[in-house]
């Protein structure tokens, strides 16, 4: 939002540039648990969305989002955690160097929203057409995911102060996940929206 602030007037004098955020799945995803991630995802979504109307007489100003799924970054390690839990990205993992080849992508052919990985593009259309479902769906999963979790001491991660790990780019979470969850998830969300509706037409 500061950047934006930044460069627009920059951009307008001359015509034209390019802005790419990187958002999240979750700016189209309510995920249970994670709901104060999910509002500024949200907001950021909107926020940029809002923009793109505000600049519409400018053709060559562009507002690129990008949405990817869980990345294999050290985010989870040194990020805020209360529930006393282990916690680990759900599966399928991507490799950051997805969203750098999509950032690239789209400075050289503007996109105003892209999804980054097969999931981020299940999970985003699960919830346009079943929000409720995939919504409930997700919060059995980390419900049942939290009772099995081992025990974590809690920690405010790099929230309120500096850590001194988790500052590589690799949070090693690609080789955790196997390789053949990462490619059936996005099928397994497919079949779960296939059932919800016909569940949905046969209670019509």
């Known amino acids: 939002i500061h950047g934006a602030q930044a460069v627009l007037p920059i951009f307008k004098k001359q015509g034209y540039g390019t802005i790419v955020n990187n958002i999240s799945v979750g700016a189209w995803l309510a995920t249970p648990y994670m709901a104060a991630y999910c509002a500024s995802k949200f907001g950021l979504r909107g926020f940029f969305e809002a923009l793109k109307g505000e600049l519409h007489h400018y053709p060559n100003i562009h507002i690129c989002d990008l949405y990817p799924g869980f990345l294999d970054t050290p985010g989870m390690q040194h990020a805020a955690n209360y529930t006393g839990k282990d916690l680990k990205p759900a599966p399928p993992v991507y490799d950051p160097q997805r969203v750098a080849r999509a950032v690239v992508s789209v400075l050289q052919r503007p996109q105003a929203r892209k999804a980054v990985g097969s999931a981020a593009v299940a999970l985003k259309i699960a919830y346009a057409l079943f929000p409720t479902l995939t919504r409930n769906i997700t919060g059995t999963v980390i ?56 569940a949905l037409s046969r209670k019509d």
């Open 143 to 198: 419900r049942n995911y939290l009772k099995a979790a081992p025990a974590s001491e809690t920690t405010s991660g790099n929230v309120l102060s500096t850590v001194d790990y988790g500052t590589g780019i690799s949070g090693g979470w690609e080789t955790y996940f196997n390789t053949a969850i990462k490619r059936k998830l996005p099928w397994l969300l497919a079949g779960v929206a296939a059932v919800g509706f016909v």
